[in-house]
């Protein structure tokens, strides 16, 4: 086998093959005697038929499959020699094996840019100070209290009022019918919490247990039912019961059935730490994020193509996460999928970048990632997605994902080294932050009220 490499961009090859003839019946043989053990050829014992027999039998077969183990064999040694990371899918253009003939193919991808490393240690940054303010903790503790809060059914005879709990049956009318199947029986609605639209909440709440009401509400058109978005339907309503909740007062009993602690005092420290771990986390990583800026500001080099598309395939998959959360389609932007992807381009090459840099520190600092660290990244991503580590492994190799999981963790180990170089000075937190903690994540109470159909889950009640 020889082979050339050809630099068609600072971040493209393109790798010419040429296999002698000899190669080329050895990989034949191979080929034909593997069939020839593998199945049975009438006339002869397993293993015994003549090769010029077995070759003629299954000989599309064969040749397919002896090109192909021939190439894959092929790339892995050269990519091997010449050190090379392909950082886009391979483009191989060849034609079939034939005997007793010269085999010519050609290897094309994607490649990391070179260029020289700035100077990437020593280098000062800010770091904010983590601080965790008292009506942060009293957040969490009120929704303890709600978590812990009783519900009890109203006797008395009056109309329903903001925090009270309704269970209806509804409907969504165009006309006499109901649209599009929608409708539900024995729906949770808490009011006051924009579960629903507010002129549904409105028209609930003029009703008594027993009464029913309607209203004509015009759908958003983001609306997260599609087929309900700027439609005029009417909602129509049955009112079957009012409950009401009672918030207790916070005790050591109560933070002892909100997370197994022992008093109220535990709990509290419990919070302070869980949310000084996470906002420390989230500082360092801002910290990061400006060496990894200060680096790059001096660098130029040519971006992989492929790499910034992946890039912004993630972007957009973020995007359509958040949007579901919210109870939006990525539709209700109203952006086709070309000014979408323009509108991450940005976003994606900055990205790509820091990816870029990162893994050159890592290749200059020769680090490495373990079978071991790929199996305990393996194991988090299995535990998050709540799937058996078995299947997500072979998830990740049947998709050819394991090479991008060791970039990431490479990558990982270089900004953590960048990090615990750097001169870093403690400053006071600019402005507030604001994320969940893990104890205010036990606290926090459903976000969605319980369905008693599964046509319900269409509208899950009329929604902003």
């Known amino acids: 086998m020889d082979y050339t490499v050809e630099e068609l961009s600072p971040v493209t090859r393109k790798i010419n093959v040429t296999v002698p003839a000899e190669e080329v019946n050895a990989a034949l043989a191979t080929g034909v005697a593997l069939y020839r053990n593998r199945y049975e050829v009438k006339g002869f014992r397993r293993g015994k038929a003549p090769s010029s027999v077995v070759e003629s039998k299954f000989r ?9 183990d021939l190439i894959n064999y092929q790339i892995n040694e050269i990519l091997s020699t010449l050190r090379i990371m392909p950082l886009s899918r391979l483009d191989v253009e060849n034609k079939e094996l034939v005997r007793d003939q010269d085999f010519a193919y050609t290897i094309s991808f994607e490649v990391a840019p070179d260029f020289d490393l700035p100077n990437y240690v020593g280098l000062k940054v800010d770091v904010e100070k983590a601080e965790v303010k008292d009506e942060e903790v009293r957040e969490v503790e009120n929704r303890v209290l709600e978590n812990a809060a009783t519900i009890r059914p109203i006797t008395d005879d009056r109309t329903a009022t903001d925090g009270d709990i309704l269970i209806i049956s509804f409907g969504a009318y165009k006309g006499e019918e109901v649209f599009q199947g929608i409708q539900a029986d024995n729906f949770e609605l808490t009011l006051g919490q924009k579960q629903a639209l507010p002129e549904f909440e409105d028209m609930l709440k003029t009703l008594k247990t027993g009464d029913k009401g309607e209203c004509e509400i015009v759908f958003p058109a983001d609306f997260i039912n599609p087929a309900m978005a700027g439609e005029t339907l009417t909602m129509r309503a049955t ?12 005790t050591d009993e109560v933070a002892k059935k909100a997370g197994g602690f022992d008093s109220v005092e535990k709990m509290r420290e419990a919070i302070v730490q869980s949310y000084m771990q996470s906002r420390q986390q989230l500082n360092k990583s801002v910290a990061q994020k400006k060496l990894l800026d200060q680096i790059l500001s001096s660098l130029s080099f040519e971006l992989p193509p ?6 912004i395939d993630r972007l957009l998959a973020d995007l359509e996460h958040r949007l579901d959360r919210q109870g939006k389609s990525i539709e209700s932007l109203k952006k086709s999928p070309e000014e979408l992807r323009e ?3 940005a976003q994606a090459e900055e990205a790509a970048r820091g990816e870029i840099l990162l893994l050159a520190v890592a290749k200059k600092e020769d680090f490495d990632v373990t079978s071991e660290e790929i199996d305990a990244a393996l194991t988090q991503v299995a535990m998050q997605n709540r799937q058996d580590l078995l299947s997500v492994k072979q998830y990740y190799e049947e998709n050819n994902l394991i090479f991008p999981l060791k970039d990431r963790l490479l990558g ?4 953590e080294y960048i990090y615990e170089r750097a001169e870093k000075t403690e400053v006071e937190a600019a402005a507030e932050v604001k994320e969940t903690s893990a104890a205010d994540e036990k606290a926090k109470t459903p976000a969605k009220p319980k369905k008693a159909k599964a046509k319900a889950a269409d509208t899950e009640a009329p929604q902003e």
């Open 306 to 311: 492929s790499l910034v598309e992946n890039r």
């Open 412 to 415: 990982d180990k270089a900004m």
């Open 343 to 345: 509108s991450f381009r």
């Open 239 to 250: 009112l079957h019961a009012i409950k009401q909740k009672t918030v207790p007062e916070l």
């Open 60 to 68: 599309a077969q064969i040749y397919t499959e002896a090109t192909t």
